[in-house]
């Protein structure tokens, strides 16, 4: 996979397209995911304005400080053959966007632009309606190509070379974030370019889905999720969630994480084009809620992923939005005992014509320690 297969060049005329459709006068895409997913540019956020602008019609072009235009101009965004606006210190970038783009009605915002940023293009078209660039981006960006498949997958195998190395690490002893640490350091040397998130949940941390690295001794006999996940070089992510004990676990625990194995297949058995996200999330409830667990499942089954590790599609009751091949998640159900522990298993998949497909290939098994 090179930039080209990632970040095409026929990228930027789809979006200026669903602009148009979608009844915006221009998309104004600031560093962060949008700006990578349409450019391929990872700029620098800073004070200093560096712009995409994607009018409906006309000519696209990127606003950049003079200081920024040979790292712009080095990036992917230089096979679209855009003009690069390098604006001076003494400049106004914002009013030199209203008056490069005439009077507008309404502009999309890239959803992570800061506010600071926001208020900027506000005072400067302030008759423009402002709407979150992703109202036209999520469609293109939840469907994706073979090559973010294959981007995912290699994230995937990549991620799955962490969790075969972590029985090494774990050992009663051990604090939560000694083994982090050495986590950390396998994720970088599998391949990726940053490490995103290192969870350790030892005994009752387990019963925390987003728990933070501590110095707490891991106990013998004590179950420990394991959540771990990056960036690789070339933009996708990886995550995915295994679950460890150190010594032979509680009975309890061994009933509950059954009952987990059987949810996580269910849901991803129940991938597969035109059905509902809702559905797949429903399939995984019903199986901890008949187990006597319902209560204890306190997140949604899954989320998108692709250049960030949180994108759409969600995987949870009220997104009626149905399934279509190319879309990438996670399938992530969990139990979680408060003051007890927890546990929790997730796979990336990706729906195929005629399933899903899981790009994690682990054991989801219970591993001892």
């Known amino acids: 996979m090179t930039s080209q297969d990632l970040y095409p060049v026929s990228r930027l005329a789809a979006v200026q397209e669903a602009t148009a459709k979608a009844g915006l006068d221009a998309l104004l895409l600031t560093p962060g995911p949008d700006l990578r997913y349409v450019s ?44 690069f606006v390098a604006w001076d210190e003494t400049d106004d970038p914002y009013e030199v966007v209203a008056d490069r783009l005439g009077p507008v009605a309404k502009v999309g915002l890239a ?3 800061w506010a600071m940023a926001s208020l900027r293009f506000r005072d400067a078209m302030p008759s423009a309606e ?30 799955d070379s ?8 774990l050992r009663a002893g051990r604090t939560e974030r000694e083994v982090g640490r050495d986590i950390a350091e396998a994720i970088l040397a599998a391949g990726h370019h940053t490490v995103d998130f290192v969870i350790v949940a030892s005994g009752p941390n387990g019963a925390s889905p987003h ?18 996940g990056g960036q690789l070089h070339n933009g996708y992510c990886s995550d995915s969630t295994r679950n460890y004990c150190v010594g ?18 269910a849901a991803c058995a129940a991938v597969r084009p035109g059905v509902s996200c809702e559905s797949i999330d429903a399939a995984a409830r019903e199986v901890i809620t008949e187990g006597g667990y319902g209560e204890h499942f306190i997140h949604r089954t899954g989320h998108g992923i692709g250049i960030e590790t949180h994108e759409e599609p969600y995987i949870v009751a009220g997104n009626t939005e149905a399934m279509e091949p190319g879309f990438a998640f996670s399938v ?20 195929t014509e005629t399933g899903g497909e899981r790009l994690n290939r682990t054991t989801r098994d219970l591993v001892i320690v």
């Open 332 to 351: 992530e159900p969990g139990i979680y005992l408060a003051g007890r522990h927890g546990a929790r298993i997730e796979d990336i998949l990706v729906c």
């Open 162 to 169: 962490v969790h075969r190395q972590v029985p090494d690490f």
């Open 130 to 159: 402002q709407v979150l660039a992703g109202s036209v981006l999520r469609e293109l960006r939840m469907r994706k190509s073979p090559a973010e498949v294959a981007a995912l997958r290699q994230a995937g195998e990549a991620i």
């Open 248 to 265: 032979e676990p509680p009975a309890e625990y061994v009933r509950y994480f059954e009952v987990l194995r059987r949810a996580q297949e």
């Open 211 to 228: 728990h933070e690295l501590s110095d707490r001794v891991i106990q013998p006999g004590e179950p420990v999720v394991v959540d771990i």
């Open 40 to 83: 391929g540019y990872e700029a620098l956020p800073l004070e200093r304005l560096t712009c995409l602008v994607v009018p409906a019609s006309g000519e696209s072009y990127m606003m950049v400080p003079r200081l920024e235009l040979p790292v712009a101009q080095a990036s992917p965004a230089s096979r679209l053959g855009l003009e």
């Open 111 to 113: 959803d992570r632009m």
